[in-house]
């Protein structure tokens, strides 16, 4: 059964961190790309960030450049999100996703997590 559990969110005042992380089960793990997404009230949920299979290439939305740092442990299942300089538009739901694309380039596996709730607010 395939399982991607968030974790680590919580209430933070703008300029503080938080850590999220998601455990990875039922699937070969090491060989999908990993994302985050997140999702604030009334507005479509949006790419945060992602990381190749291997972890040797990241990616991320202008918005978080410079302040989330998405990183993952193959060893472990488990891909992590370090969540730096938190701003109150940082507030959404996060959402970790799994995916794996066949080598025609085709998306094969599309997974997603339950969400982990942050809030940034004084």
């Known amino acids: 059964q395939v399982q991607l559990v968030e974790s680590g969110g919580g209430l933070v005042q703008p300029g503080g961190s938080l850590r999220l992380s998601c455990a990875a089960s039922g699937f070969t793990f090491s060989s999908y790309a990993m994302r985050w997404y997140r999702q604030a009230p009334g507005k479509e949920r949006e790419l945060v960030t992602a990381?190749?299979?291997?972890?040797?290439?990241?990616n991320y939305a202008d918005s978080v450049k410079g302040r989330f740092t998405i990183s993952r442990d193959n060893a472990k299942n488990m891909v992590y999100l370090q969540l730096n300089s938190l701003k109150p538009e940082d507030t959404a739901v996060y959402y970790c996703?799994?995916?794996?694309?066949?080598?025609?380039?085709?998306?094969?596996?599309?997974?997603w997590g339950q969400g982990t709730q942050v809030s940034v607010s004084s």
């Open positions: 996703n799994a995916r794996y694309w066949d080598t025609r380039g085709q998306l094969i596996y599309n997974y």
């Open positions: 990381i190749t299979a291997s972890g040797g290439s990241t």
